[in-house]
Protein backbone atom coordinates (compact mmCIF):
# COMPACT_ATOMS: atom_id res chain seq x y z
CA UNK A 1 0.00 0.00 0.00
CA UNK A 2 2.89 2.60 -1.05
CA UNK A 3 1.91 6.16 -0.91
CA UNK A 4 2.65 6.98 -4.91
CA UNK A 5 3.90 10.64 -3.95
CA UNK A 6 6.25 9.17 -1.10
CA UNK A 7 7.91 6.62 -3.79
CA UNK A 8 8.55 9.76 -6.09
CA UNK A 9 9.96 11.40 -2.81
CA UNK A 10 11.95 8.33 -1.99
CA UNK A 11 13.07 8.21 -5.41
CA UNK A 12 13.92 11.84 -5.36
CA UNK A 13 15.81 11.17 -2.34
CA UNK A 14 17.87 8.19 -3.38
CA UNK A 15 18.85 10.21 -6.71
CA UNK A 16 20.04 12.85 -4.81
CA UNK A 17 22.41 10.50 -2.77
CA UNK A 18 23.50 8.83 -6.14
CA UNK A 19 24.55 12.30 -7.08
CA UNK A 20 26.21 13.08 -3.83
CA UNK A 21 28.46 9.88 -4.48
CA UNK A 22 29.43 10.87 -7.74
CA UNK A 23 33.31 11.59 -7.92
CA UNK A 24 33.32 15.89 -7.93
CA UNK A 25 36.69 18.13 -8.16
CA UNK A 26 37.68 19.80 -5.05
CA UNK A 27 36.50 23.54 -6.42
CA UNK A 28 32.78 22.10 -7.30
CA UNK A 29 32.45 19.83 -4.22
CA UNK A 30 33.16 23.26 -2.51
CA UNK A 31 30.45 25.05 -4.27
CA UNK A 32 27.66 22.28 -3.86
CA UNK A 33 28.18 22.53 0.20
CA UNK A 34 28.12 25.99 -0.16
CA UNK A 35 24.40 25.89 -2.17
CA UNK A 36 23.36 23.45 0.34
CA UNK A 37 24.48 25.09 3.19
CA UNK A 38 22.86 28.63 1.59
CA UNK A 39 19.26 26.21 0.83
CA UNK A 40 19.42 25.04 4.18
CA UNK A 41 19.92 28.39 5.79
CA UNK A 42 17.09 29.79 3.85
CA UNK A 43 14.44 27.30 4.27
CA UNK A 44 15.18 27.27 7.98
CA UNK A 45 14.70 30.98 7.57
CA UNK A 46 11.28 30.87 5.91
CA UNK A 47 10.04 27.53 8.55
CA UNK A 48 11.17 30.50 11.45
CA UNK A 49 9.21 32.81 9.69
CA UNK A 50 5.59 30.73 8.90
CA UNK A 51 6.15 29.75 12.73
CA UNK A 52 6.14 33.77 13.73
CA UNK A 53 2.78 34.18 11.61
CA UNK A 54 1.14 31.22 13.26
CA UNK A 55 2.01 32.10 16.41
CA UNK A 56 0.73 35.77 15.73
CA UNK A 57 -2.32 34.72 14.43
CA UNK A 58 -2.87 32.19 17.48
CA UNK A 59 -2.13 33.58 20.71
CA UNK A 60 -3.47 30.41 23.08
CA UNK A 61 -1.29 28.41 20.90
CA UNK A 62 1.63 30.45 21.50
CA UNK A 63 1.32 30.23 25.15
CA UNK A 64 0.86 26.86 25.43
CA UNK A 65 4.12 26.20 23.52
CA UNK A 66 6.27 28.61 25.39
CA UNK A 67 5.79 31.49 23.37
CA UNK A 68 4.81 34.48 25.25
CA UNK A 69 5.32 37.06 23.15
CA UNK A 70 1.53 37.79 22.45
CA UNK A 71 0.04 36.84 26.15
CA UNK A 72 -2.20 39.27 26.40
CA UNK A 73 -4.02 38.87 23.17
CA UNK A 74 -6.86 36.34 22.39
CA UNK A 75 -6.81 35.02 18.43
CA UNK A 76 -9.34 36.77 16.45
CA UNK A 77 -12.40 34.76 16.06
CA UNK A 78 -13.40 36.58 13.14
CA UNK A 79 -14.44 35.86 9.23
CA UNK A 80 -12.05 38.81 8.07
CA UNK A 81 -9.38 36.88 10.42
CA UNK A 82 -10.10 33.11 9.07
CA UNK A 83 -9.88 35.17 5.08
CA UNK A 84 -6.37 36.79 6.05
CA UNK A 85 -5.36 33.36 7.35
CA UNK A 86 -6.09 31.14 4.15
CA UNK A 87 -4.01 33.86 1.87
CA UNK A 88 -0.80 33.46 3.88
CA UNK A 89 -0.99 30.00 3.92
CA UNK A 90 -1.52 29.96 0.41
CA UNK A 91 1.16 32.93 0.29
CA UNK A 92 3.82 30.31 2.55
CA UNK A 93 3.13 27.18 0.68
CA UNK A 94 4.45 28.67 -2.32
CA UNK A 95 7.18 29.96 -1.13
CA UNK A 96 7.90 26.38 0.76
CA UNK A 97 7.42 24.44 -2.26
CA UNK A 98 9.50 26.56 -4.62
CA UNK A 99 12.51 25.64 -2.24
CA UNK A 100 14.45 22.80 -3.86
CA UNK A 101 13.98 19.89 -1.64
CA UNK A 102 17.37 18.63 -3.37
CA UNK A 103 19.86 21.17 -1.89
CA UNK A 104 18.77 20.23 1.41
CA UNK A 105 20.28 17.81 4.37
CA UNK A 106 17.92 15.32 4.95
CA UNK A 107 16.93 17.05 8.26
CA UNK A 108 15.48 19.64 6.23
CA UNK A 109 13.70 17.92 3.51
CA UNK A 110 11.98 15.82 5.90
CA UNK A 111 10.85 19.39 7.84
CA UNK A 112 9.90 20.70 4.25
CA UNK A 113 7.62 17.67 3.73
CA UNK A 114 6.44 17.77 6.86
CA UNK A 115 5.58 21.81 6.87
CA UNK A 116 3.97 21.32 3.50
CA UNK A 117 1.39 19.00 4.43
CA UNK A 118 1.13 21.20 8.13
CA UNK A 119 -0.28 24.20 5.79
CA UNK A 120 -2.36 22.07 3.56
CA UNK A 121 -4.13 20.59 6.73
CA UNK A 122 -4.96 24.03 7.60
CA UNK A 123 -6.01 25.02 4.58
CA UNK A 124 -8.40 22.16 4.37
CA UNK A 125 -9.03 22.88 8.07
CA UNK A 126 -10.60 26.88 7.09
CA UNK A 127 -11.40 26.52 3.31
CA UNK A 128 -13.59 22.88 3.59
CA UNK A 129 -14.05 21.78 6.76
CA UNK A 130 -14.50 25.18 8.58
CA UNK A 131 -15.14 25.10 12.20
CA UNK A 132 -15.24 28.14 12.97
CA UNK A 133 -18.45 28.28 10.32
CA UNK A 134 -19.90 24.63 11.82
CA UNK A 135 -18.84 23.79 15.25
CA UNK A 136 -20.03 26.50 18.22
CA UNK A 137 -18.20 24.56 21.01
CA UNK A 138 -14.97 25.57 18.53
CA UNK A 139 -16.16 29.45 20.53
CA UNK A 140 -16.91 28.35 24.00
CA UNK A 141 -14.36 25.83 24.63
CA UNK A 142 -12.05 27.38 22.83
CA UNK A 143 -11.98 30.72 25.36
CA UNK A 144 -12.15 28.47 28.61
CA UNK A 145 -8.87 26.59 27.19
CA UNK A 146 -7.25 29.79 26.88
CA UNK A 147 -8.21 30.57 30.59
CA UNK A 148 -7.34 27.36 31.45
CA UNK A 149 -3.54 27.48 30.37
CA UNK A 150 -3.13 30.85 31.85
CA UNK A 151 -3.90 29.88 35.22
CA UNK A 152 -2.56 26.38 35.06
CA UNK A 153 0.85 27.35 33.77
CA UNK A 154 3.03 29.18 35.77
CA UNK A 155 5.43 30.52 33.15
CA UNK A 156 5.21 34.10 35.20
CA UNK A 157 4.43 35.90 38.32
CA UNK A 158 0.55 35.49 39.21
CA UNK A 159 -0.04 38.86 38.45
CA UNK A 160 1.61 39.49 35.27
CA UNK A 161 -0.14 36.11 33.99
CA UNK A 162 -3.65 37.88 35.69
CA UNK A 163 -3.24 40.90 33.46
CA UNK A 164 -2.42 38.80 30.71
CA UNK A 165 -5.63 37.12 31.03
CA UNK A 166 -7.89 39.78 31.94
CA UNK A 167 -6.52 41.24 28.49
CA UNK A 168 -7.51 37.90 27.28
CA UNK A 169 -11.03 38.22 29.11
CA UNK A 170 -11.97 41.44 27.79
CA UNK A 171 -11.89 40.44 24.09
CA UNK A 172 -13.89 37.04 25.32
CA UNK A 173 -17.62 38.78 24.79
CA UNK A 174 -16.73 39.65 21.36
CA UNK A 175 -15.34 37.17 20.29
CA UNK A 176 -18.99 34.90 20.88
CA UNK A 177 -20.34 37.54 19.16
CA UNK A 178 -18.58 36.88 16.04
CA UNK A 179 -19.53 32.87 16.84
CA UNK A 180 -23.19 34.71 16.28
CA UNK A 181 -21.79 36.12 12.84
CA UNK A 182 -20.18 32.93 11.76
CA UNK A 183 -22.06 29.78 12.28
CA UNK A 184 -24.71 29.09 9.62
CA UNK A 185 -25.89 25.87 9.27
CA UNK A 186 -24.16 23.21 12.02
CA UNK A 187 -24.10 19.57 12.55
CA UNK A 188 -26.95 19.27 15.33
CA UNK A 189 -24.62 17.02 16.90
CA UNK A 190 -22.24 19.96 17.30
CA UNK A 191 -24.75 22.22 18.32
CA UNK A 192 -25.45 19.41 21.66
CA UNK A 193 -21.89 19.34 22.18
CA UNK A 194 -21.69 23.12 22.89
CA UNK A 195 -24.79 23.03 25.25
CA UNK A 196 -23.49 20.10 26.94
CA UNK A 197 -20.07 21.66 27.87
CA UNK A 198 -21.08 25.30 28.24
CA UNK A 199 -22.62 24.92 31.85
CA UNK A 200 -18.86 23.72 32.32
CA UNK A 201 -17.56 26.44 30.72
CA UNK A 202 -19.19 28.68 32.93
CA UNK A 203 -18.55 26.82 35.74
CA UNK A 204 -15.21 26.88 35.13
CA UNK A 205 -14.90 30.92 34.71
CA UNK A 206 -17.21 31.32 38.11
CA UNK A 207 -15.31 28.99 40.29
CA UNK A 208 -11.50 28.18 39.27
CA UNK A 209 -10.39 31.13 36.96
CA UNK A 210 -12.18 33.90 39.90
CA UNK A 211 -9.89 31.71 42.46
CA UNK A 212 -6.65 31.36 40.68
CA UNK A 213 -4.95 34.10 41.56
CA UNK A 214 -4.83 34.64 45.51
CA UNK A 215 -1.35 35.88 45.90
CA UNK A 216 -2.21 38.77 43.82
CA UNK A 217 -3.06 41.49 46.38
CA UNK A 218 -3.95 44.60 44.12
CA UNK A 219 -7.11 45.75 45.22
CA UNK A 220 -7.17 47.53 41.65
CA UNK A 221 -6.15 44.85 39.32
CA UNK A 222 -8.50 42.12 41.36
CA UNK A 223 -11.33 44.37 40.33
CA UNK A 224 -10.49 45.13 37.15
CA UNK A 225 -10.56 41.18 36.82
CA UNK A 226 -14.01 40.49 38.66
CA UNK A 227 -15.38 43.20 35.68
CA UNK A 228 -13.76 41.20 32.87
CA UNK A 229 -14.41 37.85 34.83
CA UNK A 230 -18.35 38.21 35.58
CA UNK A 231 -18.73 39.92 31.83
CA UNK A 232 -17.09 36.40 30.22
CA UNK A 233 -19.80 34.43 32.49
CA UNK A 234 -22.28 37.12 31.49
CA UNK A 235 -21.27 36.37 27.78
CA UNK A 236 -21.72 32.61 27.64
CA UNK A 237 -24.90 32.94 29.38
CA UNK A 238 -25.96 34.51 26.64
CA UNK A 239 -24.44 32.37 24.28
CA UNK A 240 -26.08 29.34 25.76
CA UNK A 241 -29.07 31.29 25.79
CA UNK A 242 -28.75 31.49 21.63
CA UNK A 243 -27.47 28.42 21.18
CA UNK A 244 -30.80 26.84 22.96
CA UNK A 245 -33.33 29.18 21.24
CA UNK A 246 -31.67 29.86 17.93
CA UNK A 247 -28.72 27.44 16.47
CA UNK A 248 -30.08 24.50 17.71
CA UNK A 249 -33.27 25.01 15.52
CA UNK A 250 -31.39 25.78 12.45
CA UNK A 251 -28.74 23.01 13.29
CA UNK A 252 -29.30 20.78 9.91
CA UNK A 253 -25.64 20.19 8.74
CA UNK A 254 -24.14 16.92 8.06
CA UNK A 255 -20.80 16.05 9.84
CA UNK A 256 -19.59 13.44 7.21
CA UNK A 257 -16.65 15.07 5.16
CA UNK A 258 -17.49 13.23 2.76
CA UNK A 259 -14.84 10.81 0.72
CA UNK A 260 -13.03 13.38 -1.11
CA UNK A 261 -12.20 15.24 2.15
CA UNK A 262 -11.77 12.57 4.39
CA UNK A 263 -8.89 11.11 1.88
CA UNK A 264 -7.66 14.84 1.64
CA UNK A 265 -7.13 15.24 5.68
CA UNK A 266 -5.45 11.65 5.77
CA UNK A 267 -2.87 12.82 3.43
CA UNK A 268 -2.09 16.23 4.71
CA UNK A 269 -2.33 15.15 7.99
CA UNK A 270 -0.46 11.70 7.79
CA UNK A 271 0.74 11.37 4.11
CA UNK A 272 -1.45 8.20 4.10
CA UNK A 273 -3.03 8.28 0.24
CA UNK A 274 -4.41 4.36 0.62
CA UNK A 275 -7.51 3.68 -1.20
CA UNK A 276 -10.10 3.56 2.28
CA UNK A 277 -11.31 0.27 0.94
CA UNK A 278 -8.31 -0.97 1.63
CA UNK A 279 -8.06 0.72 4.94
CA UNK A 280 -11.00 -0.69 6.21
CA UNK A 281 -10.16 -4.04 5.47
CA UNK A 282 -6.80 -3.13 7.35
CA UNK A 283 -8.78 -2.51 10.28
CA UNK A 284 -11.29 -5.33 10.04
CA UNK A 285 -8.10 -7.88 10.29
CA UNK A 286 -6.95 -5.63 12.97
CA UNK A 287 -10.06 -6.01 14.71
CA UNK A 288 -11.07 -9.54 14.21
CA UNK A 289 -7.43 -10.38 15.35
CA UNK A 290 -7.53 -8.66 18.48
CA UNK A 291 -11.36 -10.22 19.14
CA UNK A 292 -9.81 -13.81 18.76
CA UNK A 293 -7.09 -12.70 20.94
CA UNK A 294 -9.37 -11.08 23.92
CA UNK A 295 -11.67 -14.43 23.42
CA UNK A 296 -8.40 -16.75 24.18
CA UNK A 297 -6.91 -15.03 27.17
CA UNK A 298 -10.70 -14.87 28.53
CA UNK A 299 -10.98 -18.47 28.17
CA UNK A 300 -7.14 -19.16 29.89
CA UNK A 301 -8.71 -16.66 32.88
CA UNK A 302 -11.75 -18.52 33.37
CA UNK A 303 -12.64 -21.13 30.40
CA UNK A 304 -16.18 -21.87 32.47
CA UNK A 305 -17.29 -17.97 31.37
CA UNK A 306 -17.89 -16.13 28.09
CA UNK A 307 -15.59 -13.23 27.42
CA UNK A 308 -18.14 -10.53 28.75
CA UNK A 309 -18.95 -12.09 31.76
CA UNK A 310 -15.05 -12.35 32.38
CA UNK A 311 -14.96 -8.61 31.23
CA UNK A 312 -17.83 -7.94 33.57
CA UNK A 313 -16.13 -8.96 36.02
CA UNK A 314 -13.11 -6.84 35.89
CA UNK A 315 -15.42 -3.90 35.21
CA UNK A 316 -16.89 -4.42 38.82
CA UNK A 317 -13.40 -4.12 40.10
CA UNK A 318 -12.35 -0.01 40.04
CA UNK A 319 -11.94 2.90 42.73
CA UNK A 320 -14.78 4.82 43.63
CA UNK A 321 -15.30 8.22 41.89
CA UNK A 322 -13.03 10.09 44.36
CA UNK A 323 -9.95 7.52 44.45
CA UNK A 324 -9.92 6.83 40.69
CA UNK A 325 -7.03 9.88 40.78
CA UNK A 326 -4.69 8.49 43.65
CA UNK A 327 -4.87 5.16 42.66
CA UNK A 328 -3.50 6.49 38.86
CA UNK A 329 -0.92 8.15 40.76
CA UNK A 330 0.23 4.99 42.74
CA UNK A 331 1.21 2.95 39.91
CA UNK A 332 3.19 5.70 37.79
CA UNK A 333 6.68 4.97 39.44
CA UNK A 334 6.54 1.54 39.14
CA UNK A 335 5.87 2.25 35.29
CA UNK A 336 8.93 4.49 35.20
CA UNK A 337 11.13 1.68 37.12
CA UNK A 338 10.29 -0.93 34.64
CA UNK A 339 11.40 1.16 31.63
CA UNK A 340 14.69 1.57 32.98
CA UNK A 341 14.92 -1.78 34.55
CA UNK A 342 14.35 -3.60 31.32
CA UNK A 343 16.00 -1.22 29.33
CA UNK A 344 12.86 -0.15 27.25
CA UNK A 345 13.26 2.95 27.06
CA UNK A 346 15.98 6.29 28.44
CA UNK A 347 14.09 7.84 30.95
CA UNK A 348 15.58 11.57 30.90
CA UNK A 349 15.17 12.95 34.38
CA UNK A 350 11.88 14.43 35.13
CA UNK A 351 9.26 14.41 38.15
CA UNK A 352 6.34 12.52 37.33
CA UNK A 353 2.82 14.52 35.96
CA UNK A 354 0.21 15.30 38.62
CA UNK A 355 -2.98 13.27 38.15
CA UNK A 356 -6.17 15.64 38.19
CA UNK A 357 -9.34 15.67 36.82
CA UNK A 358 -10.18 16.31 33.19
CA UNK A 359 -11.40 20.48 32.67
CA UNK A 360 -15.60 19.85 32.73
CA UNK A 361 -15.15 21.54 29.47
CA UNK A 362 -13.29 18.71 27.89
CA UNK A 363 -15.66 16.06 29.31
CA UNK A 364 -18.01 15.17 26.88
CA UNK A 365 -15.28 13.47 24.50
CA UNK A 366 -11.94 12.87 26.59
CA UNK A 367 -11.29 10.22 28.86
CA UNK A 368 -8.07 11.00 29.41
CA UNK A 369 -5.10 13.14 28.64
CA UNK A 370 -1.63 14.76 28.85
CA UNK A 371 -1.17 18.25 29.59
CA UNK A 372 2.71 19.19 29.44
CA UNK A 373 4.64 22.59 28.96
CA UNK A 374 5.26 23.64 25.59
CA UNK A 375 8.46 23.11 23.32
CA UNK A 376 9.42 26.59 24.52
CA UNK A 377 8.39 27.03 27.63
CA UNK A 378 11.57 28.04 29.82
CA UNK A 379 10.15 28.95 33.13
CA UNK A 380 6.51 26.41 33.56
CA UNK A 381 7.72 22.68 34.25
CA UNK A 382 3.79 21.82 35.72
CA UNK A 383 2.57 18.49 34.02
CA UNK A 384 -0.97 16.80 34.37
CA UNK A 385 -2.42 13.77 33.50
CA UNK A 386 -6.04 14.22 32.89
CA UNK A 387 -8.53 11.67 33.97
CA UNK A 388 -12.17 12.20 33.25
CA UNK A 389 -14.45 11.48 36.55
CA UNK A 390 -18.77 11.16 36.52
CA UNK A 391 -20.36 14.40 36.15
CA UNK A 392 -21.61 15.76 39.76
CA UNK A 393 -25.57 16.03 38.20
CA UNK A 394 -25.48 11.79 36.88
CA UNK A 395 -27.81 9.71 39.14
CA UNK A 396 -26.03 6.81 40.98
CA UNK A 397 -26.44 4.66 38.69
CA UNK A 398 -24.94 6.71 35.90
CA UNK A 399 -21.87 6.91 38.16
CA UNK A 400 -21.69 3.03 38.65
CA UNK A 401 -22.21 2.87 34.46
CA UNK A 402 -19.61 4.94 33.78
CA UNK A 403 -17.08 3.74 36.09
CA UNK A 404 -16.61 0.45 35.01
CA UNK A 405 -15.22 2.03 32.46
CA UNK A 406 -12.18 2.55 34.90
CA UNK A 407 -11.76 -0.89 36.53
CA UNK A 408 -7.97 -1.55 37.35
CA UNK A 409 -6.54 -3.18 35.02
CA UNK A 410 -7.73 -0.39 32.29
CA UNK A 411 -5.91 2.39 34.72
CA UNK A 412 -2.99 0.70 33.88
CA UNK A 413 -3.03 0.46 30.68
CA UNK A 414 -4.35 4.51 30.41
CA UNK A 415 -1.56 5.16 31.94
CA UNK A 416 0.54 3.29 29.73
CA UNK A 417 -0.56 5.57 26.86
CA UNK A 418 -0.31 8.64 28.48
CA UNK A 419 2.44 8.81 31.06
CA UNK A 420 5.12 5.67 30.76
CA UNK A 421 6.13 5.53 28.36
CA UNK A 422 3.43 7.04 26.24
CA UNK A 423 3.03 10.47 25.69
CA UNK A 424 4.80 12.16 28.40
CA UNK A 425 7.85 10.44 27.48
CA UNK A 426 7.52 11.56 23.92
CA UNK A 427 6.84 15.14 24.97
CA UNK A 428 9.52 15.27 27.35
CA UNK A 429 11.78 15.06 24.59
CA UNK A 430 9.86 17.53 22.60
CA UNK A 431 12.54 20.15 23.61
CA UNK A 432 15.10 18.21 22.00
CA UNK A 433 13.88 17.30 18.60
CA UNK A 434 15.77 18.40 15.95
CA UNK A 435 14.11 21.43 14.40
CA UNK A 436 11.37 23.88 15.25
CA UNK A 437 9.00 22.33 12.84
CA UNK A 438 9.15 19.17 14.53
CA UNK A 439 8.45 20.52 18.31
CA UNK A 440 5.70 22.19 16.85
CA UNK A 441 3.54 20.43 14.40
CA UNK A 442 3.70 16.34 14.20
CA UNK A 443 1.44 13.61 12.85
CA UNK A 444 -1.31 12.27 15.07
CA UNK A 445 -0.54 8.68 13.63
CA UNK A 446 3.45 9.03 15.40
CA UNK A 447 1.90 10.33 18.82
CA UNK A 448 -0.80 8.31 19.65
CA UNK A 449 0.37 5.75 17.06
CA UNK A 450 3.15 5.42 19.95
CA UNK A 451 0.96 5.73 22.96
CA UNK A 452 -0.95 3.29 21.26
CA UNK A 453 1.73 1.02 20.50
CA UNK A 454 3.12 1.27 23.87
CA UNK A 455 0.45 -0.31 25.53
CA UNK A 456 0.57 -4.11 23.61
CA UNK A 457 4.71 -3.52 23.86
CA UNK A 458 4.84 -3.21 27.81
CA UNK A 459 2.66 -6.20 28.46
CA UNK A 460 5.05 -7.78 25.72
CA UNK A 461 7.46 -7.06 27.71
CA UNK A 462 6.38 -8.97 30.69
CA UNK A 463 4.53 -5.18 32.71
CA UNK A 464 2.18 -7.37 34.80
CA UNK A 465 2.53 -10.24 32.27
CA UNK A 466 1.95 -13.21 34.65
CA UNK A 467 -1.70 -11.41 35.46
CA UNK A 468 -3.95 -12.03 32.15
CA UNK A 469 -5.84 -9.58 33.05
CA UNK A 470 -3.92 -6.64 32.68
CA UNK A 471 -3.44 -8.20 28.93
CA UNK A 472 -7.17 -8.38 28.76
CA UNK A 473 -7.66 -4.61 29.30
CA UNK A 474 -5.07 -4.11 26.57
CA UNK A 475 -6.60 -5.76 23.96
CA UNK A 476 -10.12 -4.06 25.02
CA UNK A 477 -8.47 -0.97 24.60
CA UNK A 478 -6.68 -2.20 21.13
CA UNK A 479 -10.58 -2.79 20.14
CA UNK A 480 -12.03 0.67 20.94
CA UNK A 481 -9.01 1.87 18.51
CA UNK A 482 -10.15 -0.27 15.91
CA UNK A 483 -13.80 0.47 16.09
CA UNK A 484 -12.41 3.91 15.89
CA UNK A 485 -10.36 3.36 12.56
CA UNK A 486 -13.75 1.69 11.76
CA UNK A 487 -16.34 3.80 12.45
CA UNK A 488 -14.16 7.10 11.25
CA UNK A 489 -14.19 6.01 7.85
CA UNK A 490 -17.84 4.94 7.74
CA UNK A 491 -19.83 7.51 9.53
CA UNK A 492 -17.67 10.26 7.47
CA UNK A 493 -17.91 8.28 4.03
CA UNK A 494 -20.30 5.16 3.74
CA UNK A 495 -23.32 6.99 5.99
CA UNK A 496 -22.90 5.59 9.34
CA UNK A 497 -24.84 7.30 11.72
CA UNK A 498 -24.22 8.16 15.49
CA UNK A 499 -26.26 5.54 17.34
CA UNK A 500 -24.97 2.75 14.29
CA UNK A 501 -21.31 3.49 15.58
CA UNK A 502 -22.53 3.58 19.14
CA UNK A 503 -23.87 -0.02 18.50
CA UNK A 504 -20.27 -1.05 17.14
CA UNK A 505 -18.62 0.33 20.51
CA UNK A 506 -20.51 -1.73 22.81
CA UNK A 507 -20.94 -5.12 20.69
CA UNK A 508 -17.86 -4.92 18.74
CA UNK A 509 -14.92 -3.84 21.41
CA UNK A 510 -17.25 -4.58 24.63
CA UNK A 511 -17.25 -0.83 25.68
CA UNK A 512 -19.54 0.33 28.44
CA UNK A 513 -22.73 2.84 26.64
CA UNK A 514 -21.38 5.84 28.21
CA UNK A 515 -17.36 5.40 26.70
CA UNK A 516 -19.60 4.55 23.57
CA UNK A 517 -21.59 7.19 23.40
CA UNK A 518 -18.68 9.71 23.85
CA UNK A 519 -16.44 8.01 21.30
CA UNK A 520 -19.23 8.21 18.94
CA UNK A 521 -19.84 11.75 19.66
CA UNK A 522 -16.03 12.13 18.77
CA UNK A 523 -16.10 10.47 15.75
CA UNK A 524 -18.07 13.41 14.28
CA UNK A 525 -15.84 16.01 14.05
CA UNK A 526 -12.39 14.11 14.90
CA UNK A 527 -13.24 12.20 11.76
CA UNK A 528 -9.59 9.68 10.84
CA UNK A 529 -9.45 9.17 15.10
CA UNK A 530 -8.04 6.12 13.54
CA UNK A 531 -4.73 7.36 13.53
CA UNK A 532 -4.17 5.57 16.82
CA UNK A 533 -4.45 1.87 14.92
CA UNK A 534 -2.88 3.04 12.01
CA UNK A 535 0.11 4.81 13.60
CA UNK A 536 0.40 1.37 15.82
CA UNK A 537 0.26 -1.05 12.89
CA UNK A 538 2.91 1.15 11.17
CA UNK A 539 5.13 1.13 14.07
CA UNK A 540 5.04 -2.29 14.38
CA UNK A 541 5.78 -2.49 10.78
CA UNK A 542 9.42 -0.09 10.95
CA UNK A 543 10.35 -2.02 14.12
CA UNK A 544 10.39 -5.13 12.03
CA UNK A 545 12.18 -3.86 9.32
CA UNK A 546 14.32 -1.56 11.36
CA UNK A 547 15.06 -5.12 13.27
CA UNK A 548 16.16 -6.91 9.89
CA UNK A 549 18.35 -3.86 8.62
CA UNK A 550 19.86 -3.95 12.13
CA UNK A 551 20.25 -7.28 12.57
CA UNK A 552 22.57 -8.19 15.55
CA UNK A 553 23.08 -4.58 16.53
CA UNK A 554 19.80 -4.14 17.10
CA UNK A 555 18.04 -3.77 20.55
CA UNK A 556 14.28 -2.89 21.26
CA UNK A 557 15.65 0.44 23.65
CA UNK A 558 17.73 1.93 20.67
CA UNK A 559 14.54 1.50 18.54
CA UNK A 560 12.34 3.06 20.61
CA UNK A 561 15.43 5.89 21.36
CA UNK A 562 15.78 6.77 17.67
CA UNK A 563 12.21 6.79 17.29
CA UNK A 564 11.35 9.75 19.98
CA UNK A 565 14.25 11.85 18.98
CA UNK A 566 13.26 12.13 15.26
CA UNK A 567 10.45 13.92 16.86
CA UNK A 568 6.37 13.33 15.45
CA UNK A 569 7.33 13.20 11.92
CA UNK A 570 4.24 11.01 9.44
CA UNK A 571 5.18 7.74 9.84
CA UNK A 572 6.43 7.37 6.26
CA UNK A 573 8.83 10.34 6.79
CA UNK A 574 10.03 8.36 9.90
CA UNK A 575 10.20 5.29 7.63
CA UNK A 576 12.53 7.46 4.88
CA UNK A 577 14.50 8.83 8.07
CA UNK A 578 15.30 5.70 9.94
CA UNK A 579 15.48 3.02 6.70
CA UNK A 580 16.30 4.74 3.61
CA UNK A 581 12.97 3.70 2.42
CA UNK A 582 9.32 4.08 2.03
CA UNK A 583 7.75 0.93 1.01
CA UNK A 584 4.50 -0.82 2.18
CA UNK A 585 3.58 1.17 5.39
CA UNK A 586 1.48 -2.00 6.73
Known amino acids: MANATLRRLSLAMALVAAVGCRAQPAAERD ?124 FAAPDVRLRGLIAREKAMPAALNEARKNLENPPRIYTEIALEQIDGNSDFF ?47 GDFAFGEDTYRRKLAADEMIDTPLDELLTVAEADLRRNQTAFADTARKIDSRKTPAQILAGLEAEHPAPDKLLSTAESELESLRRFMVDKRIVTIPDAP ?100 HYCEQMVIDEGFHGDDLRYRLAQIQDALLRDVRFIVGIRMHTRGMTVPQAMDMFVKEAYQTPPVARSESKRGTSDATYGYYTMGKLMILKLRDDYKAKLGAKYTLQDFHDTFIRLGPLPL ?15
Do not use: C
Open 31 to 154: SSANRAASTDAAFTRLAAEYLADYYQRQPTRATYDGIHKYDDRLDDYSRQAVMSAIVAAKDFRQRVAATDAAALSLSNRLDREQLLRTIDSRLLTLEVIRPWMTDPDTYSSGLTQTAYIMINRR
Open 206 to 252: KTSVSAAFPEVTDAALLAEFKQANDAVVEALAGYKAWLQNDLLKRSN
Open 352 to 451: PPRVVETPPFMRATTTASMDIAGPFEMVASDAYYRMTLPDPAWSPRQVQEFMRGWYYALITNVSVHEVWPGHYLQFLYAKHFPSDVRKVFGAASNSEGWA
Open 572 to 586: PLMRQAMLGEVNQLF
